[in-house]
């Protein structure tokens, strides 16, 4: 079964491993594992604590918890100035190796639930137009394009997702 590990609950080694399967594939990595390396761990966890970045998760499955699948962070503060940003409050990634496997899409499912408990209505998601799994993944989890943006030279989608509330019945 498919689940979310916080980054404080996750084997440090996982993460750099993960971390180097980009390395190894030249491929771009989430900001939050950049200053993960071997040896690392103190300053690494003390990095994430000083700038205030706890919701980060990794996606594992229960048959094997240290082979990380992806990572995805939320930005559950972003919604007072999410208006002048084109930024969505939800990033991640998914190890290079393990792509095109519907990983992404649970991925994103997955973080949605864990914005629905922080009782948040509504995420902002964003991706570049050229990211087709990236767009195919946010439209598969209820995104609706709200507008395109310039981003550094690369035109930007900018979507939004309604979280439906659990219903809650009385006896």
């Not at 499912?109 to 195919?136: D, G, P, Q, R, T």
Request: with cysteine.
């Amino acid at each position: 079964m498919l689940k979310l590990v916080n980054v404080f609950e996750m084997d440090y080694n996982a993460i750099v491993y993960y971390r180097l399967s980009f390395i190894r594939n030249y491929r771009e990595m989430s900001f939050s594992l950049y200053n993960a390396r071997y040896g690392n761990e103190k300053p690494y966890y003390d990095y994430l604590i000083q700038n205030g970045i706890r919701n980060i998760y990794f996606l594992v499955d229960d048959n094997n918890s240290n082979y990380i699948l992806g990572d995805c962070y939320l930005d559950a503060y972003l919604d007072y100035h999410i208006d002048v940003l084109d930024r969505g409050a939800i990033s991640y990634a998914v190890r290079p190796n393990e792509r095109n496997k519907g990983y992404g899409t649970k991925m994103l499912e997955l973080l949605l639930e864990k914005c629905k408990e922080l009782e948040m209505e509504e995420v902002c998601v964003s991706c570049h137009a050229n990211n087709i799994y990236s767009k195919k993944i946010i439209e598969n989890n209820g995104g609706i394009l709200e507008k395109s943006f310039n981003d550094l030279n690369l035109i930007g989608l900018k979507y939004w997702i309604k979280l439906e509330k659990e219903k809650v019945y009385k006896e």
